[in-house]
């Protein structure tokens, strides 16, 4: 019952944008679209939100469409140490009990 | 941000035997954790909600006799693996759910790697 459909892998040149896309035409209302990511043998590690309105923080920007059912994550200038898996999650605030799909692999290359 | 602790990163034990994986939130109390299981090449799946006080949540498929879960106190959540056989091999992730009014995302564990020989 996945809610969000992303590209399975893409890769982006190191110094450059990186737009990763993310398609929740099912989303609700009240539903927020979140991102993280995962390194390696990591945790999880929270990126950005967003619920309509575009956001930027010190790690990406978030556009979302004006119908909201898909959202575009922006690296701006990506690293070798931006190579993970992206995950993107639509959920209710108050919800943590998180459903992961599979993501996104993105391999920043030099 | 706040913090979100496992130990051990990682273990090594034997067929048969149990281990007990610790998740612990270091600057703030946590009334809710979660417990995720992660096979190699694939995504996080829920195993279990943790609640302090009262008896885990398990997902379905998930053997709560297998996979006991103790939220003892408001910044630990233990998951005890018992009998552990080498399909038990995984890497296990917790996360807890922040305070009110601390923000909106939860906050990940490094992870625990398990090896079962």
């Known amino acids: 019952d996945a809610k969000t459909t992303q590209p399975t892998s893409m890769d982006c040149a190191e110094g450059r944008a990186a737009n990763l896309p993310c398609n929740h035409s099912t989303i609700s209302g009240n539903e927020y679209v979140y991102w993280y990511r995962q390194i390696h043998s990591q945790g999880p590690q929270y990126i950005i939100h967003?619920?309509?309105n575009n956001e930027t923080n010190e790690m990406a920007s978030l556009i979302i469409t004006e119908d909201r059912k898909s959202s575009t994550l922006i690296l701006p200038h990506a690293t070798l140490r931006d190579t993970a898996v992206y995950y993107c999650?639509?959920?209710?605030?108050?919800?943590?009990?998180?459903?992961f799909g599979a993501g996104t692999t993105v391999t920043v290359r030099a | 941000g706040a913090v979100v602790s496992q130990h051990p990163s990682w273990v090594i034990c034997k067929s048969g035997t149990s281990v007990k994986i610790e998740c612990r939130s270091l600057?703030?109390?946590?009334?809710?954790m979660f417990w995720y299981r992660q096979f190699p090449k694939q995504s996080l799946m829920l195993m279990a909600t943790?609640?302090?006080?009262?008896?885990?949540?398990?997902e379905q498929g998930v053997e709560k006799d297998k996979f006991l879960i103790n939220h003892a106190s408001l910044t630990l959540s233990t998951l005890t693996v018992t009998s552990a056989h080498p399909e038990d091999s995984s890497f296990y992730i917790c996360s807890a759910r922040p305070p009110q009014g601390a923000g909106a995302e939860a906050f990940f564990g490094q992870g625990t790697r398990l090896t079962v020989v």
């Open positions: 600057d703030f109390q946590a009334t809710t």
């Open positions: 999650i639509v959920r209710v605030a108050n919800d943590y009990k998180l459903s």
């Open positions: 967003g619920l309509k």
């Open positions: 943790s609640n302090e006080g009262s008896k885990a949540t398990y």
